[in-house]
């Protein structure tokens, strides 16, 4: 359990990273909504309000973190930043699902259940590892 909690200490920051990124790029825009009247204006000004709070809580949160990673992901940006973006997704497509098909696939399933105590199909950690993979591959092709 201890291992468990050393790498979550190690990976949080990391992977907060794009939240990071994110928060320095959030121009703080307004809307035609804000001339809207009665319950659904007033609903919409609660919400800038809170979105606003949630902004602001990102550039701290932003600024709390940068020192820390900047040194770690600035030669990595600037490594990356020659690759041609369609190469960079067919790669990072390829790493979805060619881990898919390699969970799925390829290894043991004495190996990947270890210690099942059913034999279920809706127990087989591969089927599980698969459907968790999808919303991740999801979304980075619709956000691509």
């Keep these: 359990m201890k291992r468990y909690q050393t790498w979550r200490m190690i990976a949080a920051p990391v ?3 794009g939240v990071l990124a994110q928060a320095q790029e ?13 319950v ?3 609903l919409l000004r609660v919400s ?11 550039d ?15 030669p ?10 369609p190469w ?25 259940n270890n210690g099942r ?5 809706y127990t087989d950690l591969r089927l599980w590892t698969v459907i968790s993979m999808l919303p991740h591959l999801f979304v980075y092709v619709y956000f691509r």
């Design 15 to 17: 992977l907060l990273a």
């Design 26 to 38: 959030n121009p703080a825009g307004r809307y035609a909504h804000e001339q809207v009247g009665g």
């Design 40 to 42: 659904l204006g007033f």
């Design 48 to 58: 800038d309000v809170i979105l606003d709070g949630w902004l602001a809580f990102l």
């Design 60 to 74: 701290w949160f932003g600024s709390l973190w940068a020192p820390l990673l900047h040194p770690v992901f600035s």
């Design 76 to 85: 990595l940006n600037r490594l990356l930043s020659g690759v041609y973006q």
């Design 88 to 112: 960079a997704m067919i790669i990072t497509l390829a790493y979805f699902i060619g881990t898919m098909l390699w969970v799925g696939l390829v290894l043991r399933p004495s190996y990947v």
């Design 117 to 121: 105590r059913q034999a279920a199909w």
